[in-house]
Structure formats: C-alpha cells, structure tokens
C-alpha cells in the first residue's frame, strides 16, 4: 500500500457550507473579535472552469475566509448552481463540509490517486478539486492546488 497518498499531512483550511455567509461570517468574526472579512460571490465571471459529477457547472458560491494562526476557516453560501455545496446543504443542512490539504501542482494526479483508493472525484475547479470520503471519514476531501 502507497504511503501518504495525500502528500503531506497539513491541513490549511476547514469549510462550513452556511445558507447566510454574511450573518456566518459577521456572528463568527463577533465571536473571535476581529472585523469581519468581505464576502464575495467566487467564479461571477465564470473564469473557472468547474466540473460537477462529470458534468460543466458555473459553479458560483459566496464565499467568506477567515485566516486564521493555523489554518483558514471558509465560509461557503452555495448559490442555485449545481456544486457539492448546493447539495450538501440541500441534503445535509449547514455543517462542515470539507478539510483541505496543500496538493503543490499534482491536485488532479493526487485526486487518481484517491480514487483509487476508493474516494470518486466531486468536483473540480482549476485549482481544487473534492473528493467523496465521507462514508469512512465523515467529511469530504479537498486538494487545493495552491503555495
């Protein structure tokens, strides 16, 4: 069996998918005190090619991000746009819906990787890409291709 099919064992972001960023992201920001961080609608522009279950997607989500000392806490409210987002919380309701790991140019060959080790491929935009863990981890994979 490969060892670390992931790559690296850091964590840089967890994600809770939330019907309001704005009030998310505010109530939280309340909570830590620290002014809250701007929302904004990712993939307007439709720049980013994203895939859905196999199929094209516009893939728009407001998204709110808080860096924190450790790692980054993502607010995301999906928009009608079929997204694992949209249907996380159309089925599941708010709740944490990913952790990342850093996949350092390789997010797609990692993502075969995972595969087949029996975690399908979500979703994928240029730079990140979901992979289905939830049935053994409770959460679903991110591999998010960025420094």
Not at 29 to 34: D, K, R, S, Y
């Amino acid at each position: 069996m490969e060892r670390n099919i992931l790559g690296t064992t850091l964590v840089c972001q967890v994600a809770i998918v939330v019907a309001d960023a704005e009030r998310a992201a505010r109530r939280f920001a309340e909570l830590i005190g620290v002014e809250p961080p701007r929302v904004f609608v990712a993939n307007e522009d439709g720049s980013d090619t994203v895939t859905y279950r196999g199929e094209p997607s516009r893939g728009r989500v407001k998204l709110a991000f808080f860096k924190m000392e450790n790692l980054d806490l993502e607010f995301i409210e999906p928009t009608d746009d079929p997204t694992t987002w949209k249907e996380f919380l159309d089925t599941k309701g708010q709740g944490v819906h990913h952790i990342a790991f850093k996949a350092r140019n390789r997010m797609l060959d990692t993502a075969a990787k995972l595969e087949r080790f029996g975690y399908p491929l979500i979703q994928h935009g240029d730079r990140y890409a979901y992979v289905e863990s939830e049935g053994d981890l409770g959460v679903i994979l991110e591999l998010l291709d960025i420094d």
